[in-house]
């Protein structure tokens, strides 16, 4: 099956310091990519998605401002936190679209924890 | 918008079948899905089901009847590796990506000895 990758796995920053995730779908081609943002003991939340070549579209309540995303090709996307502070410390999850219309795969997911 | 409903919590023992239900309310409606995700790890792809009925793969079962906006997950011969976080989702196509996946609260399988 189709495989997505997510770097890093985990990271631990200072408040106020940025950080990049990248998301890569690793033998397939995806034009779409979703990415979540999932709290302990709950559900996957929709951040935005990520269309390659064009804007992000996000989710009402997320600041785009501060999660930029970026599409620059078929396989790879990428989320930065900007400006990051101990409210963002979550788990970051990308999905990507497979070739029929039931199949999303999802990365390995990124443990996000600002001091 | 849309809403998911499935319960918080199942247990169940091994060998036996449960049962974890999915009601939704959405504008539009292009499927429901059904993933596990194990603690720490990412969701992984169990059923998908678009039209009414039950789809079978293996141990697992998924039903869905649209009329009732309902569906549910069937694990038969539960294992301890069962145990785990089970998730509906609905691709509703009112954004502008009929691919956006929607996810319901999630239900935690705890499976005993």
């Known amino acids: 099956g189709a495989v997505v990758s997510q770097h890093p796995s985990w990271v631990i920053c200072k408040s106020g310091t940025s950080v990049k995730i990248e998301c890569r779908s690793l033998d397939f081609q995806a034009t779409t990519m979703f990415w979540y943002r999932q709290f302990p003991k709950q559900s996957l939340m929709l951040m935005a998605t990520?269309?390659?070549?064009?804007?992000?579209?996000?989710e009402q309540g997320v600041e785009k401002d501060k999660f930029l995303i970026n599409h620059a090709s078929l396989t790879l996307s990428t989320l930065t936190v900007t400006s990051a502070h101990p409210e963002d410390s979550s788990f970051y999850i990308c999905?990507?679209?497979?070739?029929?219309?039931?199949?999303?795969?999802f990365g390995p997911g990124t443990r996000l924890t600002v001091l | 918008g849309q809403s998911l409903e499935q319960p918080s919590e199942v247990t169940a023992v091994e060998g036996a079948i449960v049962q974890i239900n999915c009601t939704y309310q959405?504008?539009?409606?292009?499927?429901l899905s059904w993933y596990q995700q194990h603690d720490g790890g990412a969701p992984t792809f169990l059923s998908y089901?678009?039209?009414?009925g039950l789809e079978e793969t293996g141990r697992f079962s998924s039903f869905l009847s649209r009329s009732d906006s309902y569906g549910y997950l069937l694990l038969q011969e539960l294992q301890m590796k069962d145990s785990a976080s089970y998730f509906c989702?609905?691709?509703?196509?009112?954004?502008?990506?009929?691919?956006?996946?929607?996810f319901g609260s999630g239900t935690q399988l705890t499976v005993l000895p």
């Open positions: 999905s990507a679209d497979g070739e029929r219309y039931n199949e999303q795969f």
């Open positions: 989702a609905v691709r509703d196509g009112t954004s502008g990506s009929a691919r956006q996946l929607t």
């Open positions: 089901n678009a039209l009414d």
């Open positions: 959405t504008s539009g409606f292009y499927g």
């Open positions: 990520s269309n390659e070549g064009s804007k992000a579209t996000y």
